[in-house]
């Protein structure tokens, strides 16, 4: 069995500088209450909760005085409002990428236009961004707009996990609807699309996929789309403990990706373990 690693894989600078921040910020204040897991990961909360990373749901877990951290997914305005009003120490550890997505969906919005983002709803980044727009917001998860109440002029962003080739046909569902008269504004992350890249050069040289990360990381969730929509088998694992070998029987190559909040110590196990099974 020959195993291939994808060009681009695993963790990304962003999620990367998230967890070393609110590692040191542990460091500094003993205890740090991040709303929500500062990436989707279970392995990487895991391994945070043990340095002193809490996650909590709301600010009202957070005690009197407690450092609160701001997740690479960023935050709805208003939840940053209420930290400042507490006077809590704030450890923000929002991607920049995602930041200049919240700070486009603002300025949009200021200048007037309704905001249109491509992204999944009930997503942290996409409540987050459709709260900078003060209500001039809405998402989609197709090209099908449906009977949404949207006053022109509008822009169109999406969020930053997105697929470009998913993007650009809402753009056009949207210019079809609205005319020329709309702001394209390509928030997309440069690293998670070349991740995407990646994963479809490899997918036409392999005869099965393995992508590791876990399921409620978009990202991971979207690479395991792109593989299966190339016709090839693809199993999405978390760890090396969820490989399974029969599954794998009878493939000559398997190609190895892993989501952008994915822990290189984690991929490297999969490799491990997928060589092992090449045997």
Not at 132 to 139: F, L, P, Q, S, Y
Request: with cysteine; glycine share 10%.
């Amino acid at each position: 069995m020959r195993i291939v690693r994808a060009e681009s894989l695993g963790f990304c600078h962003g999620v990367r500088r998230a967890v070393e921040r609110v590692e040191e910020a542990a460091a500094d204040h003993g205890t740090v209450h991040s709303l929500g897991p500062i990436v989707h990961n279970e392995g990487v909360t895991a391994r945070l909760a043990n340095v002193g990373v809490k996650v909590v749901w709301s600010l009202a877990e957070v005690p009197e005085g407690g450092a609160v951290a701001i997740t690479a997914h960023g935050a709805e305005a208003d939840v940053l409002d209420r930290i400042a009003e507490r006077g809590q120490p704030r450890i923000d550890a929002t991607c920049p990428v995602v930041r200049r997505a919240q700070e486009a969906a603002a300025e949009a919005a200021t200048a007037g236009r309704s905001v249109m983002v491509y992204g999944d709803p009930a997503h942290p980044e996409v409540r987050g961004i459709l709260s900078w727009t003060g209500g001039r917001g809405v998402a989609f998860e197709s090209a099908d707009l449906g009977n949404a109440s949207i006053e022109p002029p509008v822009a169109v962003l999406a969020q930053t996990t997105a697929d470009p080739t998913e993007f650009e046909p809402f753009v056009d569902a949207v210019r079809l609807r609205f005319g020329d008269d709309i702001a394209v504004i390509d928030t997309t992350c440069p690293e998670t699309v070349r991740r995407y890249r990646a994963a479809r050069e490899l997918v036409g040289r392999v005869d099965g996929m393995v992508v590791v990360g876990s399921r409620t990381s978009a990202n991971t969730v979207r690479l395991v789309d792109v593989c299966r929509a190339a016709g090839v088998p693809t199993f999405r694992v978390a760890s090396a403990e969820e490989v399974d070998e029969h599954a794998l029987m009878g493939l000559a190559s398997i190609g190895l990706t892993a989501g952008a909040s994915t822990p290189d110590a984690v991929i490297d196990e999969v490799l491990r373990r997928l060589r092992r099974l090449g045997r």
